[in-house]
């Protein structure tokens, strides 16, 4: 499972652009049979550190997922009692400890 950001058409098939447009889901990524839940690697991402956890890019149309806060709460949901942001501010933390410890070398 996973917790994921993703765009909601309104009755006239528009979408919000930008991040107002965004509302969080919960996201099975699989289904009951084993397969995956329409799920497609777009772009996987090249990046320095940790390999064993790939970051990508992936395009989720036509995926089952459930919506778990209000329609347009965007990075608010993320940032309140999840703890998701957390993560990320402690991965720029150290990022930012290992560069420094590079360059006093």
Do not use: C, W
Request: proline share 5%.
């Amino acid at each position: 499972m996973t917790l994921t950001l993703a765009r909601i058409q309104n009755s006239n098939g528009e979408i919000t652009p930008g991040s107002k447009g965004l509302s969080m889901f919960y996201l099975n990524t699989r289904k009951p049979d084993g397969s995956l839940n329409n799920i497609q690697l777009m772009k996987p991402k090249n990046k320095l550190g940790t390999r064993q956890l790939p970051t990508g890019e992936v395009l989720l149309e036509g995926t089952d997922a459930s919506l778990v806060s209000a329609p347009g709460r965007r990075v608010a949901t993320i940032s309140g009692s999840s703890g998701m942001l957390t993560i990320s501010v402690t991965r720029v933390h150290n990022t930012i400890a290992r560069v420094a410890a590079m360059l006093r070398m």
